[in-house]
């Protein structure tokens, strides 16, 4: 009867034991790779699967005796594409137990690298003397007296077949693609022969689509039949007719020969899908420049067959109101240039100042990525009251401009520049109720001199020749002061004063900033600037200063700011809290 009540207590404990979960039943296993470090120890943990299963609850010990035995096989490969071939465990590993679990070590003696001896890049096929494929040896990432690195050889093949592709030999393939490796001698050699097979060229683009004019649609290829077939200019044709906003779908599909056919031209078929044409938006915000306001606008992506786009937005605010129309039409470089014609109705108020103006202009603009230029001619009527005088003005304006941006991201700007010039006048002798020319420049700088830290410049300056400022609207007058002007002042709040001790704007403006941010997280950053700028009548400029700290929220579409600043140059040192966004550049 004992014997009975042992064999069914040991029969309950083995049967307990089947029941644990695999949590409870884990063996502890500890793997430690020595010998090597660095890029050839992560390999090893990497490949090696005692390693890979070490965490593994249903690992058994058996399970790691099998996984120990088939380790130190597993190390050798792992670090054969490195350039190992003479890898030795010594003694095999051990694995030992201790009150703490299983331990499972490897001392790797990874012996002499092996090394490049030589390699030797061929090319035949049409493309042989083309110099593209000229002394391919030497660019190859691997060159003699290299360690042998199989990520390395795999990169150099790419790039030669990659560079054959994309230069029209589609048909481009290896015949000889080989690394002859000398165990004893650590010696390898590498064997590449490429047939680049026949050159082929742009036939003719078609698309049935009926969106635009097919005029239109052959002036957005950036290729003309006969040209050298590449992958990259379909690529860009997509891109750019995606960017124009008039499709929902664009498929550049070539029409590749087939196996047996000798015929060395490809046709490309365009299929195309409009995309809604009427975009509506509707926003409710608040500047500290604006105050509260509320927009609604409209824009027309493409109203006819050849691209023109309408559209008109209002905003209503606090501080003034205004309403545009807009009209664009495609010309020259379809993807840049446009002409436009705008007209723009403008109610604004700030201190003592009132400014009710009409604007009809028209302009022709290129627009690419890094450069924007353009010149126009604006008829503005506008009236005023500056403190204690008021007015009317009529102006015939024509102006130019030039914009260069030097930056990888608009956005979010590690290393940036941007430089713009802007010029416009009127004259008396051209429908223009006085005489004047106005010219500004401006720079903003971005650096990253260390992880995390980011230095912001910005600089403007401005001047207006004329005989009387006093003569010239409120609009085309400079003022300092503000979210993106001097700091810490309110908006339009610093320039020369009437007798009355009104702000009425000047003849010259300078303004400058400096700014530290330092990133805290991937959404947050911290901000301490310093701000210098006025408008001014004469040499005595009397700039004002404004310092202070921000946070910045940084968002897909550009930074949420928001800066508390003091008006340093003012004896009370007053606070101001300014909020803005936008994109860095």
Sequence with gaps: MRYHSKTSIRA?????????????????????VRGVDGEEQKNIIASIKIALQ???????????????????????????????YSVKVKDGGSLTKDDTGW?????????????????????????????????????????????????????????????????????????TSQVLVRRKEQRAAIELNLDT??????????SDQDIIIPEMLDRYLPYKPG??????????????????????????????????NEKQDIPVAVELKPGKKNRYSFGIGYGTDTGARGN??????????????????????????????????PVFDLRYDSINFDTLFFDETWDDTWVKQLSISGSVNHNAPKHQFGVGLEYLHENYTVGITSGSANLLIPSGYFTLILAKDRVRTEHGLRLGASLKGG?????????????????????????NWRLLGRLSIGAIM?????????????????????????????????????????????????????????????????????????????LQAGAGLGIRMNLPFGQVRLDVACAISDADYPLRIHLTIGADL
């Design 12 to 32: 309950l404990f083995t049967f307990l034991l089947i029941m644990l979960p695999p949590s409870v039943q884990a063996i502890p296993l500890d793997v430690v």
């Design 54 to 84: 070490q965490d593994n609850p249903e690992l058994t010990l058996r399970h790691i005796r099998r996984l120990h035995k088939a380790a130190p096989e597993q190390i050798a490969k792992a670090l054969a594409p490195l350039g190992y």
């Design 103 to 175: 331990h499972a070590v490897y001392e790797v003696l990874p012996g002499p690298p092996v090394l490049v001896e030589h390699v030797n890049i061929e090319i035949t096929g049409e493309g042989k003397d083309e110099k593209l494929f000229q002394n391919l040896s030497q660019k190859f990432p691997l060159k003699k007296g290299d360690r042998l690195r199989d990520i390395l050889y795999e990169k150099g093949k790419k790039n030669i077949l990659a560079t054959a592709l994309r230069t029209g030999y589609i048909k481009a393939g290896f015949t």
């Design 197 to 206: 097979g026949p050159l082929f060229f742009f036939g003719e683009t078609t």
């Design 227 to 260: 040209d050298v077939y590449s992958l990259s200019s379909l690529n860009q044709l997509q891109t750019d007719l995606y960017a124009t906003g008039y499709f929902k779908l664009v498929m550049v599909e070539p029409q590749y020969p087939g196996p047996d």
């Design 296 to 329: 609604i606008g409209w824009k027309n992506r493409i109203i006819n067959r050849h691209g023109h786009k309408p559209g008109f937005n209002i905003q209503l605010a606090e501080n003034g109101s205004r309403a545009n129309a807009d009209y664009e039409i």
């Design 427 to 451: 004259n008396t002798v051209f429908l223009s109720s006085t005489s004047f020319l106005q010219a500004r420049a401006n720079a903003k700088i971005i650096l990253t001199p260390w992880k």
């Design 466 to 542: 004329m005989e009387s400022i006093n003569e010239l609207p409120p609009s085309l007058r400079f003022y300092a002061g503000g979210d993106h002007s001097v700091r810490g002042y309110g908006y339009k709040e610093l320039g020369p004063e009437d007798p009355s001790g009104k702000i009425v704007g000047g003849q010259y403006l300078t303004e400058s900033s400096i700014e530290i941010e330092r990133k805290l997280t991937d959404t947050w950053s911290a901000a301490a600037f310093y701000d210098l700028g006025n408008a001014y009548d004469d040499i005595d400029a009397d």
